[in-house]
C-alpha cells in the first residue's frame, strides 16, 4: 500500500517532467481518469498483457519489425511438468534468479549452476516443505521424482525466457497464418510495400515513434496544451510521385469485418487514427507544404482470416479531429487541476439521464 506522503511524491515527479500523451493514455483518461492516475502518475502498471491483445502484437512483430520476435517472445515447450513437479522447479527457478553472487576474497564470484540436477539440496528442502513424495524412504528416490529429462528442459525454458512474454504452439502458429495471409494479399502487400522494393519515389517506415514538442498546438484554435503528444505508428509509406503519406495501421478483430465500425467506436479508434495523423503532420512539416496529404488506412484481419483495408476519408476524419480537440481539451483539464476522481463530464457539470 503506498502512503499519503508516497502519493505525493509520486505526484509531484510525474508533474516535474514533460508528459507526451498517448493514444493509449488519453484513451484510459477519457473512461478512467482514476485508472490513468493508478497507470501514469503513481506507476502502478500491470505488467502482464491481456490474452485478447497478444495476437496482435505478435502479428505486429512477425510482419512489421524484423528480428524482433525473439526478443519479445519465447514459445512454451509443447509438454510441461505436471502441477506438483513443476511448481517444485519452478520454486528452484526463483531462487535462481533472485540468488546474488557472492564474491570471494579473491574476487571471483561464487554463482548457482543453471543445471537443475546441481540442485538436489535446494529440491529436498522444498519437497519438504510441500510435504510431498515423503512417503518414499530414500532422498535419492525423492530426487529422482523431480529431476526428468522433461523438468530439465523446463528448467532451462525458464532461465532462456527472462521477461519475454510466453507463447503457446497454437497462438504462435495461429498469428504465422495471419501473417502469412496478409502478406499473400497483393493489395494490403503493395499498400504496405511489405515485399521488399528499390523503387525510388517510395520510401517506407514500419513501428515509427513519433512525438510532437513538449506542449502541442493547435494553430487553428491557438489552444495550447501542457503536454505533447506521441505514437508509435505501425506502417508510414511515403508516395513521393503522388504526394501522399500513407498511414497504414494493423488490427486484429476478434470478430468479423462486417463489426469494425463497432470496434471503432467501442475502442475510440477514431481517437488514435487523428493523433496518428497529427503526428505524422507534425514530422513531414516540409513534404506537406506543397500539394500533399495523408491518407489513413485501417487493415483489418478478423477472426476467420478475413482481410479488408477500411479508408478513412477526409470528411470522417475531419470529425474525428474534432472529437480528438475536444478529448485534448477535457484531459487539459484533469492534468491541469489535477483532478482525476471523475471523467470530465461528472466532475465540470450536472448529467441528465
Known sequence: ??????????????????????YSGLNKLMYSPRLFYQWYVLQEREEKIESYLIDGKVIHCMLLDNGSFDKQFVISPSKLPTDNTRLVVDKIFDYYSKFTPVIEPDGSAAILSPYLEDHSTKILEIL?????????????????????DETKSYFNFLIQKGNKDLLDEETYKRCKDNVDVIRNNKAISELMCLQKSDFELLEVYN??????????????????????????????????????????????????????????????????AAIYKKLVEEKFKKELVSNWHIVFNFVVIDKYQQVCVFQVSQDTMSKWETELEDALREAAYHYIHRNYTSPYKFITGNVTI
Open 128 to 148: 519438504l516443505g510441500l510435504n510431498l513424495h515423503q512417503s518414499l524412504k530414500t532422498d535419492e528416490q525423492r530426487i529422482a521424482k523431480i529431476i526428468t
Open 207 to 272: 513501428e515509427q515513434y513519433i512525438e510532437t514538442k513538449d506542449k502541442y498546438g493547435n494553430t487553428e484554435t491557438g489552444i495550447l496544451y501542457p503536454f505533447g503528444l506521441k505514437g508509435i505508428v505501425d506502417n508510414l509509406v511515403i508516395d513521393y510521385g503522388k504526394k501522399i503519406i500513407y498511414i497504414n495501421d494493423l488490427k486484429t478483430s476478434g470478430k468479423t469485418l462486417t463489426d469494425f465500425s463497432e470496434s471503432i467506436v467501442y475502442y475510440k479508434y477514431s481517437l488514435q
Open 1 to 22: 500500500m503506498i502512503n499519503s506522503i508516497d502519493v505525493k511524491a509520486l505526484e509531484d515527479k510525474f508533474y516535474s517532467q514533460e508528459f507526451k500523451l498517448s
